[in-house]
Every structure is written in structure tokens, then in C-alpha cells.
């Protein structure tokens, strides 16, 4: 399978990355470059085998529904680049 | 004072133990070390100088008292990866630019509390994507080791040297040091150049891939993955979650077992972290392997591998075989298809985990006209080509009618690598040796990896086998090529079984010694 630059474009906007249209060219030959390199899995058979999970066997680990944390907010929002009052600063979303 | 600096930690922690030094001599014997050769080689991104100092104050107050863990007073180098309290945390992206989190991951936190002294950040690839440590916003990191040259001189009966040296023929070599800059390679290429040139005494390191034992190799130390599950993943940047593990590189198979036993741990703050106690991995150590089964691999002997590689590998196999190690050829059939499952399973997670970094949170953010474009600016401008690369793979490879082909595919191609190792070492096979690289360290700059992406991922062909089946894996010196760079060995276990490759591993370095870059920074 291939990509062409109209698809590098749309993956790119899923991604969240701004991509210029020179980007987005030499995006589309590298990814190429992967895709034709990762095809080799097609000629493994697969049939009966299940995805991995887990090196060894192991039941997921439970632990009681507590709180065990918390009252920390102003650690949470600390590192943000825009906050008032703890909470978090965006440009607006709702008209 | 410097001469601290070439200690191995075994031998630290007896001079510390024994008060024949302080931590506080042997940390300032690094902070000098890396101050001067820092500029040169660019091993480390934050020097924690002022915590350094605290630290090493606190040990020799334990030690004084005849208290302390067993790392108390020995400077360690800490990777960008992982998450250390107030102190920079980067990943070595601009993305996460500023940031300084408010917790400790688990593996540093359990260094501290058994006293060991953190000295900085050191370099890495962005999102410890890549094999060469050249993706990093910081700037490459320089391999201290450098290609020489050795030249043969035939002397002249009765010449009168400048030293007053007189020779009555016959040949003289001398080696001359090349200039050109090599990678220390990656991800962990902070942490190996670090170690290699005596910048600390052991480090910190992560292996998606092969980040901790490609650049262990590529600079003369050792550096083991260990078992998925056994190092708690909590507070290290995620890159892909089902591959990522925290393991050291030292200067010697002993230094190794005794930084893992420490950075080891059951936690329940990671799912994946697996619930079985820590062994006590120096105690494998010179432990005989008579009788030993080792296997071979035909399928890590690929094509275009240099003549020295498969000499070395040679080399590897006699030296097990004289300890008395039964030497057994084995297949991995699955092999070959390692690298493109990988190629796929690490973008897919890596794409999903760096959804995060959005400009809201923490790090960069690139103002826009509305919130996705501020989303889409920010990524623009906080992530590296290479980081971009693999979110865009991973993104494609997981967007709508493509999971199957794709993601679901590699993890089951995952599981058949898997199942061949278990083969092996349900037919008697205790440890596995490979070689490490298929070659040794490159050019800073390299113009055939730069063009190529699937070149430069080629550097984990042998090593990225083990992250897809979860084993542990070491990588030990093994010799010295033509040009005098160090090339590696790789042994890998069984789960959980880093034991084996700490006593296994042990015999190598008996055999082949240790090795240290001749000093030129």
C-alpha cells in the first residue's frame, strides 16, 4: 500500500500537525519508504494466531475503586502555558 | 581528584563504605569531569550541580554514620526520559518545552532512596525515536570513541629519534586519532557517551527498540534491558507503551546488575509492572556456566554484515564454549519480520501517546486563530522530523480500515517472534548470543541514513527482536574493529532470567576485557 499527498495531508490533519505543502511532498516519500518496508508482513502466515498480549501470562492487576490522591491542583496546572484559577486556558470553542 | 572519576561502582561503593573517600570528593570529581567535557561531547542537557552537592552531603552524613543504601554517594546520569521532580523534563523535545514535573518516576525515585547522587539530564533522541541521538532538540551527542588509524613505520638500523631513541631496525606502529565525529548512538546516546568518557558513574537508560544496547555498544559499555514488567514504567515519558523498559548502562557487567537490582521494583502505579521480588543479580555474577546451553541463531547472520561482526560473534562463541558452555545452532524463523512489525506496532502507540502534548497542558504552546489550529501549530512547531514521521505512520497505520491490515497484523507476527524463542528455550536452550549491531558506531551526519529513514532504523535489526517477545536482553564489549571501535555482543534470556545474562555476560568481559576511549576532549 501507498500514500499519495492528498492522504499524507489527511493523516496529517488527524495527527494535529500543520504540514506545508514541501512538508507534506517529502512526508509522502518517506512514509512510502515505510510502508514499502513494512509490506514483508503480508507474507506471514497469520491464521490461527493470536495478537500479542502479554510476555508472560498475567492477570490484570485490580486494585480497590478508593481515592487514593488528590486535592493537588495547582501541581496539576502548574506546567500549563495558560491558566486562571486552576484551571486550564484555551482559545475560545463556543461561539 | 579526576582519577575518582574511573572507579567503577562496585569500587566506589567499597571506598565510600570504607571512608576512604566522600561522596562529596567523588561528586565533584564528576561535576569538574563534566564541565570540561561537556562542550565536546554534548552527553548532558541539565547539570544538576546545586542537587548534586545536596545530595552527596546527605550520603556522607549516612555514610558516617555506618548508614546508607547501596548506591549511597555514587553519581548517577539520569536520561531525559524520565520524570524528576522539579527538574527538567524534556524528553529532549521542544514540545515539552519548560517543563518541570511535580512527581518522580518510580526507577529514579527507588536510585534516591538507595543513595544515589544525581548529577543531570542526559541527552537523548526526541522521544527516544531514532538510533544515533541526532534527533535530539539539544544537538547530537558525540561518541568519545573516535576511528584511528594505525600506522606501520619501518625503522632505519642506528636513526637517532627526536627522543634521543635509537632503533636497530624492524617496525614501529602508531595510532593516530581520526577527527570526524561519531554517534554515540541511540536513543540513550547521553547516557553511553556519558558513561564511556567517565561523566558519571553509571546512568539511566530506556530500550524501545535497542536504545539501551545499540549505544551500549557503540561505546565500549554495557547496558541490559530488562524483562518487560520488571522496571515500573510510572513517570517516564511513554513513547510506545508495550516496548518501552528502563534499564542502565555501566562500565562493567557487575556495575549493571548492581544499578538494576536497585532500579527494579514491584509497582502498583504501573499495571504492567510484574509482581515477583527482585533477585539479587550481583550474586550471579562469577557463577561458571559449565554446561550451559548456548544457542546460535542462523538468522542474525544477514546479509551485508561486516566480516568483523561475524568474527566477533566467533570470538563470542569460544569463549562460552572454553567456560564450558554446550553451543547449540537454533532458528528464529520469525526474525527478518521483527523490524517491520516493530516498524508499525512502536509508530501506532507513539501516536497515541503523543496525543497528549497539545499546547494545553504542558510545554509549547503556538498561539492560533482557534484551538485546532493552536493544536496543529504547536505539534507544527514542538516536534522534531523524526517524531513527525512516526505520529503520521502511526496515525495512518490506526486510522479507519487499516487496523486490521496493519496494527492487528504486526501483533500477531509479534506473537510468532515470540513463539520462537519460547521454542528455543523450551528445548533446553538457557541464553541466547548474537551479535549486538550489525555494525559499529557511524558518522554524525551520515548521508546515507539522513536520505534514508529505513536505513538508519536498520540499527536495531538484532536487537528490536527481543522489546517485540518482552526478554531481557544485555549488550557487553566484546572487542575493538579495525579502526578501534568497540563492537558489542548480545545475550538474551529467558523472561525474568536477567541472572543468567549478568553471570553469562560476566564470562564475555573475563575473556574480552574492558574498554576505554582514548581521552581527546
Redesign the interface.
Known sequence: MSVDLQTVKRVARLARIAVSEADAERMTGELNAILGFVEQLNEVDVSGVEPMTSVTPMEMKKRPDVVTDGSKAADIVANAPATEENFFLVPKVVE | MSDLTHLTISQARAKLRAREITATEITEAYLQAIERANPALNAYVVITDDKARDMARASDAKLAKGEGGSLEGIPLGIKDLFGTEGIHTQACSHVLD?????YESTVTANLWADGAVMLGKLNMDEFAMGSSNESSYYGPVVNPWRRSRVDTMVMPTTHQGDGGFVSAGGTRTARTLDNAQLVPGGSSGGSASAVSAFLCAGATATDTGGSIRQPAAFTGTVGIKP???RCSRWGIVAFASSLDQAGPIARDVRDAAILLKSMASVD?KD??S??RPVPDYEAAIGKPIKGMKVGIPKEYRVDGMPDEIEALWQKGIAWLKDAGAEIVDISLP?T??A???Y??VAPAEA?SNL?RY????????V???????????T??AG?GREV??R???G??VL?AG?YD??Y?????????I?RDFENAFTAGVDVILTPATPSAAFGIADEDMAA???KM?LNDIFTVTVNM???PGIAVPAGLDAKGLPLGLQLIGR??DEETLFQTAHVIEQAAGTFQPEKWW
Open positions: 519548560g517543563f518541570k514535573p511535580h524483562t518487560y514488567g502498583p499495571t504492567t510484574v509482581d520469525h527478518r519480520y523490524l517491520p512489525a516498524y508499525i501516536s496525543a497539545d499546547g494545553v497542558r504542558y510545554g509549547l504552546r498561539p492560533g486563530k482557534d484551538i485546532v489550529d493552536m493544536y496543529e501549530k505539534r507544527a516536534f513527525k514521521r505520529i503520521m505512520i496515525t495512518y486510522s487499516y491490515a496493519y492487528l497484523q504486526a501483533q500477531k507476527v509479534r506473537n510468532l515470540k534514508d529513514p529505513v532504523y517477545a518482552g526478554l523472561p525474568f
